[in-house]
T-cell receptor, first 117, second 110 residues
């Protein structure tokens, strides 16, 4: 079945440091890939997505490139801020057999990021 | 503003009781989902519904029930058969795949 593996946290960085959170996946077919962010006490927010190989998703200084050859979708940011402290989830979605957009999301276990001033 | 509203934010249940978690959306989305979040385990799908009056079991449906009588509403009942209900429950909806999430309900056992 489909699965997503994220690097284990927690990750602790100083402000302005470079961030990488690794994500690899196993899926049948051609999944879409997502990064979600969860701030304390809140639900998940979509951070970025990529729907086909070599696509790069980007938002708020975060980037991730869909690498089919390595089945990876690593999240990066060049200079983190204290406000980036949150839990980050990598996820994939494969369409239903009928090709509709209702395919369920499979999530990684989440990576806690803490950024210190 | 459009969005997903989950209520209550915190919920306490006594042993042997059923409790119902509310999820309402005004995004006009067809599909709605319930996830359970436990520390270190990410999110696991409980139930999902693609259209009114239809729903399917997810990966961990045992001990839960849902209904979808209206497009806007997808309540989740945690029954007494769910032996470990303490968790953070997230509702989501979607129309083109990318999901919108509510702020969650934290359920605890007294």
């Amino acid at each position: 079945g489909d699965s997503v593996t994220q690097m284990e946290g927690p990750v602790t960085l100083s402000e302005e440091a470079f961030l990488t959170i690794n994500c690899t996946y196993t899926a049948t077919g051609y999944p879409s890939l997502f990064w979600y962010v969860q701030y304390p006490g809140e639900g998940l927010q979509l951070l970025l997505k990529a729907t086909k190989a070599d696509d790069k998703g980007s938002n708020k200084g975060f980037e991730a490139t869909y690498r089919k050859e390595t089945t990876s979708f690593h999240l990066e940011k060049g200079s983190v801020q204290v406000s980036d402290s949150a839990v980050y989830f990598c996820a994939l979605r494969t369409p239903n057999a009928g090709g509709t957009s209702y395919g369920k999301l499979t999530f990684g276990q989440g990576t806690i990021l803490t950024v210190h001033p | 503003d459009g969005g997903i509203t989950q209520s209550p934010k915190y919920l306490f249940r006594k042993e042997g009781q059923n409790v119902t978690l509310s999820c309402e959306q005004n995004l006009n989305h067809d599909a709605m989902y319930w996830y359970r979040q436990d520390p270190g385990q990410g999110l696991r799908l409980i139930y999902y519904s693609q259209i009114v009056n239809d729903f399917q079991k997810g990966d961990i449906a045992e001990g839960y029930s849902v209904s979808r009588e209206k497009k806007e509403s997808f309540p989740l009942t945690v029954t007494s058969a769910q032996k470990n209900p303490t968790a953070f429950y997230l509702c989501a909806s979607s129309i083109t795949g990318a999901k919108h999430f509510g702020d969650g309900t934290r359920l605890s056992i007294l």
